[in-house]
Structures are given as structure tokens and as C-alpha cells.
């Protein structure tokens, strides 16, 4: 399969989820906390899954601070079974704070967001790849002390469904021998597949935008987006070269981003010319 948002002949029914990022915080102390359940989410229409969430949405929400604040953390287990926290902007003692958390008991720590980017944050519980591909990871910013020039902004979190192959089964589970196998049922941006591509992302001509993209429980590969223009053709980009996203069309898919190993510096793109109509629907590929 290829890093496109879903399966051929799935389709996003439902309204897509809104990528717009939080606004920059403004408080030296974040307070932040998650309650752990199990809920049945949507992953494409009338496809439900039996996920094990942060505050009941897959992926969890998207945590902002400014480099420099504290960043004050509670969680509290309502699931079944021991779950935890891994902050990968936090550095801080993993065996102190990183610890399992029993049912109906809670933890509660602080760290300082020292490296501005844009991070992962996951359940550290064993078997960790079980827990993240059931649903249990988010996106946190940390913006530089230094504000950036405004821009929209949006947050993409990549990841990967692997179902019981029952085609009977609704709501699915995880299937084990496919999360093994590393052959994912769907890809997603922020949890639904396909959605972006039925409910295309709209921006204005001269819009500054400014993505945070997360390549979440993604098999431990790299992946690379492009931007589809209305001409069929897609053009890749890239933040060191500053390099374009695309042409200057109106684009299905917004998205451009190198996933490389320890790259946490978002992009910004700016379209700048008159565009293109949009084709008709099902003329470009999702």
C-alpha cells in the first residue's frame, strides 16, 4: 500500500476533522490533562474500531506550549488495563515518570519544553507498538520564545490501522500478526481515512500556512508528502532547500513534509499566483 490516506473505494463520510492548530500558548505554566479510555471511534465510514485513547479522541489532542514553560501533566487511567505517558519533547527520567499507571489511579508530573519543534507523545506501556497502533498517541508543540510571522496553521498526525481480518467484525480490533507483518488496512492523516481527499483543505492565494506534521505509528519508515495540483502533476518540496510545495495551483492536498530522523523544524508555504480551476472530482488520485 502506498502513504495515501486510505484503501481503494474507501471514502471519508463523515465532516473531516479540523487541522487548524491551537493557538501559541501564553501561560509560563500548561496544565494538561488526559483521562485514558477505551471508545469506539470512526476510521472510515461505518468502519468502527475499538480504540484505547488519550481524553477519547484518536489521535489525542494537540497539545501547544512556547519554549521555556512548564509544562504541568496529569493522567488518570479509566481503562481496563495499566497504561502510561512518553513526552518526546520532555527531558526528564523516563523510569521516575514513564511508569505504568493502574486502573482507576493517576500520575502526575511537570518538565520544562526546552527544544521548540513539533513532537510525538504516546503510551510507553509494553508491548508499546500495541498500545500506539490501538489509538494511544498525539502531537505536541513547542513554539520558539521568539514568535514566528502569523500564518494558518494546521496539525497532520500520519499513522496506520492493522484490523482482524474477520470481514465480519464491527467495531474491529488490532490484529497482532498485521501490526507484525507491517501491513496496515489504513493510513490516515489525524485518524479518519480519506478524508482530506473527499473534503479537500481550502487556502487562499498569498496565504501563508505553516503544517506541523507528525509521522506517528507509522512502522518505523520514512515518508514523504506532496502537494497534487490541478494539472494531475505533484511536486515535492522541502524545508532546507525551501524548496516549493507545489505549483502555483490550488491544491487537493496541502501537506509537504521530509520525514527524516531528529527533523522537528515545521515548514511554511506560501501559494502566490492565480489558480487553476479544480478538475472534477475523481480525477486526481487521493
Known amino acids: 500500500m502506498s502513504h495515501g490516506e486510505a484503501p481503494v473505494g474507501t471514502v471519508a463520510d463523515a465532516a473531516p476533522v479540523d487541522p ?27 468502519v468502527m474500531y475499538r480504540a484505547w485513547t488519550f481524553a ?17 501533566f496529569t493522567l488518570v487511567n479509566r481503562a481496563p488495563m495499566p497504561h502510561s505517558m512518553d513526552f518526546h519533547a520532555a527531558q526528564i527520567a523516563p523510569n521516575k515518570y514513564y511508569v505504568n499507571v493502574m486502573p482507576n489511579d493517576s500520575i502526575r508530573f511537570q518538565f520544562i519544553a526546552e527544544v521548540p519543534g513539533a513532537f510525538m507523545y504516546h503510551c510507553g506501556t509494553a508491548p508499546v507498538a500495541a498500545h500506539i497502533a490501538n489509538g494511544m498517541y498525539g502531537a505536541l508543540i513547542v513554539d520558539p520564545r521568539t514568535p514566528r510571522p502569523a500564518a494558518r496553521e494546521m496539525v497532520f498526525v500520519q499513522s496506520e490501522f492493522y484490523l482482524t481480518p474477520d470481514p465480519t467484525a464491527n467495531p474491529k480490533s488490532l490484529s497482532w500478526e498485521r501490526l507484525l507483518s ?31 506534521v507528525v509521522n506517528g505509528p507509522i512502522a518505523r519508515r520514512p515518508s514523504m508528502w506532496s502537494a497534487a495540483s490541478s494539472s494531475g502533476c505533484s511536486s515535492t518540496g ?42 472534477p472530482r475523481g480525477a486526481l488520485a487521493s
Open 182 to 212: 507491517l501491513a496496515p488496512d489504513y493510513v490516515t492523516f489525524n485518524g479518519r481515512s480519506a478524508q482530506y481527499a473527499e473534503h479537500p483543505i481550502s487556502v487562499k492565494v498569498g496565504e501563508l500556512l505553516r503544517l506541523y
Open 20 to 46: 487548524g492548530a491551537p493557538p501559541r500558548s501564553a501561560r509560563r505554566v500548561v496544565q494538561v490533562r488526559f483521562e485514558m479510555r477505551d471508545t469506539l471511534i470512526e476510521i472510515s465510514r461505518g
Open 238 to 279: 522541502h524545508w532546507q532547500t525551501r524548496s516549493p510545495v507545489c505549483r502555483p495551483w490550488r491544491c487537493r492536498l496541502v501537506v509537504d513534509r521530509s520525514s527524516r530522523s531528529g527533523s522537528r523544524r515545521p515548514g511554511s508555504i506560501r501559494l502566490s499566483r492565480t489558480p487553476s480551476p479544480m478538475p
Open 56 to 72: 477519547g479522541s484518536v489521535p489525542g489532542p494537540v497539545i501547544r506550549v512556547t519554549q521555556g514553560d512548564s509544562v504541568d
